[in-house]
């Protein structure tokens, strides 16, 4: 099992920036690869950035390429989310998962945390 918590959300307005954090324990040897996906109210929840086992891999939605920065720290078994630039339609609850798997597809990752919000203001 791994427990993730993710931390770093608030409230800011439009082109700030936030760092947001995703924390795992457990079987923390692993690393596994790791996903960033945020839901806003009323819709589903979408894909944001990807970052694989070592770091060098990463993928990222579009609508976001260019503002969000996804890394990983293994040493602190913490992956990162730096989003600059913020916009109003940014606004969402951000998750971050992870499997062994690496995908980056929502259904298919097993361990979830909890979620942070992210409310940016125009």
């Known amino acids: 099992q791994v427990q993730l918590v993710e931390s770093g959300g608030g409230y800011v307005q439009a082109g700030g920036s936030l760092r947001l954090s995703c924390a795992a324990s457990?079987?923390?040897?692993?690393?596994?690869?790791t996903g960033w996906f945020r839901q806003a109210p009323g819709k589903e929840r979408e894909f944001v950035a990807f970052?694989?086992?070592?770091?060098?891999?990463?993928a990222y939605a579009d609508s976001v390429k260019g503002r969000f920065t996804i890394s990983r720290d293994n040493a602190k078994n913490t992956v990162y989310l730096q989003m600059n630039n913020l916009k109003p339609e940014d606004t969402a609850v951000y998750y971050c998962?992870?499997?062994?798997?690496?995908?980056?597809?929502?259904?298919?990752?097993?361990?979830w945390g909890q979620g942070t919000q992210v409310t940016v203001s125009s």
């Open positions: 998962a992870a499997d062994p798997e690496g995908t980056l597809l929502a259904p298919r990752y097993r361990f």
């Open positions: 457990g079987r923390t040897s692993s690393n596994y690869p």
């Open positions: 970052v694989g086992r070592s770091g060098p891999s990463t």
